[in-house]
């Protein structure tokens, strides 16, 4: 490998470096670190709050123990409705398209003051 492959190289790595920052996380009382892409570190930890929030109410249920079998139902469960999401269809049944022009008729009702 020549010098200018090797600079290639240390300049991607240090590139790569400054893109991601490491961010300690807590999941279940349990802390990790993980990378993270600079200016996503408020979605990682919405992200980290939903999976605590469903993680406790799959433990809450008493239904599931252990945080290793939580966790997979967890991710079962986020996994089924983001495949929901992607076929368009919301918890009800109703379109997302019918559900978003539902959502519009109502706010512009409510801006109006006609809402009830």
Do not use: W
Request: with cysteine; proline share 1%; glycine share 8%.
């Amino acid at each position: 490998m020549s010098a200018g492959q090797d600079a290639t190289k240390e300049s991607k790595n240090t590139k790569s470096a400054k893109e991601t920052k490491g961010i300690t996380i807590n999941v279940m009382g349990r802390e990790f670190r993980v990378a993270a892409p600079d200016g996503e570190e408020r979605q990682l930890v919405a992200s980290v709050d939903l999976l605590n929030k469903k993680m406790k109410e799959i433990r809450d249920s008493g239904k599931v123990v252990g945080n290793e079998r939580i966790a997979i139902m967890v991710a079962l469960n986020i996994a089924h409705e983001h495949l929901q999401t992607l076929q368009g269809v919301t918890a009800s049944g109703t379109s997302k398209t019918q559900k978003i022009s539902v959502d519009e008729e109502y706010v512009k009702r409510k801006m109006q003051g006609n809402c009830t």
